[in-house]
């Protein structure tokens, strides 16, 4: 009797969870056009040959478009609860504290190499 | 079997916003509610995978930024020769839209597979793999002709040496988990296809029951590649 019950009780439950992630097929194909765009406009980008701050802007812009259609949509991050967004997204923000480590370091490594070599190692 | 079903019940009566972030992790139970184990743990292995990738970009960078060398620009030496004319990046430009399309179709395979569409989700997924094994293919292609242009792990003949090395790994190992996800899609495609989430079959591997929910784990996984080569193809061939 309880197992029944139990049973009846997973199969609803298993209905919310899936209605959850139930979304149009319209908005994929919205979002798998807007990828196809964004990634021409990055290629024109190298295409007509900007140069400069011009083309390092154009091309973040049009990365961080795609990379956040991709999570929001195509894996559903834009549904899930904040506890899981928050977990996932903010630690590889922490990675730019690395990058900017780097760039210190690069930029000593070829102040020394300049110094010491010459402008040909 | 009760503490199973759980977390998936009643999403309402939970609080949202900040509130909502601080009930959940300092409820004593599961942190993550509204996503199953399979679900968190993909998500946590992708997190990882991220740091990976972080790694091996901003070693590269740091190769790039460091050396007094001039670096190949990436524009010409993917560029190839199509009826006489010089076109700039256009492999990566093709790669990068088969790459695309393969996350299209697989989206549309977990909303199928929620809807319990075996055949569509199947053949989706099947399609997605193809999509993925083109795209390896082409890599393929691409590393075969930087080899016979005579790039190396330690050389190249535009400049600076790193640049051989950093290609390698980078694409490489993005190719790596594309060839991985394509082996994963025909496994869990095969899976759908013969009904296993519907009649609840146990898997060879974990002997655990699957639900239509893998399709979903799998594209999360499918999705990650995609997102990975946006920032390859922006750090590496558009830098």
């Known amino acids: 009797m309880s197992e029944t019950t139990a049973h009846a009780q997973t199969q609803t439950v298993d209905a919310q969870a899936h209605a959850g992630q139930q979304h149009p097929i319209r908005l994929y194909l919205l979002v798998w056009g807007l990828l196809f765009v964004l990634s021409a406009l990055s290629y024109m980008v190298d295409y007509l040959g900007i140069q400069g701050y011009p083309r390092w802007t154009l091309i973040l812009v049009f990365m961080m478009l795609k990379a956040g259609l991709i999570v929001a949509v195509f894996m559903h991050m834009a549904w899930e609860r904040l506890a899981l967004v928050y977990a996932i997204l903010l630690p590889p923000l922490l990675v730019l504290v690395f990058v900017a480590l780097m760039v210190s370091e690069a930029d000593y490594t070829i102040f020394t190499r300049l110094a010491f070599f010459g402008a040909t190692p | ?239």
């Not at chain 2, 495609?189 to 079959?201: C, I, L």
Request: hydrophobic share 50%; net charge positive; charged share 15%.
């Open chain 2, 1 to 239: 079997m009760a503490q199973t079903v759980q977390p998936h019940g009643e999403p309402g009566l939970r609080q949202s916003g900040l509130r909502g972030v601080a009930a959940d992790f300092s409820s004593d139970q599961r942190a993550f509610k509204t996503a199953s184990w399979g679900k968190a743990m993909m998500w946590i292995f992708l997190l990882s995978d991220t740091f990976v990738f972080g790694c091996f970009l901003i070693a590269y960078m740091t190769a790039r930024m460091s050396t007094p060398v001039a670096w190949p620009n990436p524009s010409e030496v993917f560029g190839l020769h199509i009826g006489g004319q010089n076109v700039p990046l256009i492999l990566i430009a093709i790669m990068t839209f088969v790459l695309i399309s393969s996350s299209g179709t697989m989206a549309m395979a977990v909303n199928f597979g929620y809807r319990r569409d075996r055949g569509k989700t199947a053949g989706l997924m099947i399609l997605t793999a193809l999509l993925g094994a083109t795209f390896v293919g082409m890599q393929a292609f691409e590393w075969t002709k930087l080899i016979t242009e005579g790039v190396r792990p330690w050389e190249n003949p535009w400049g600076a040496a790193q640049f051989g090395s950093t290609f390698f790994m980078i694409t490489g190992f993005h190719g790596t988990h594309v060839t991985i996800g394509v082996i994963f899609l025909l496994i869990v495609a095969r899976k759908v296809w013969r009904g296993d989430f519907d009649v609840e079959r146990r898997g060879f591997f974990t002997s655990r029951k699957g639900r239509y929910e893998a399709v979903e784990i799998m594209g999360l996984y499918w999705h990650f590649v995609d997102l990975v080569w946006v920032f390859i193809f922006a750090f590496f061939y558009l830098w």
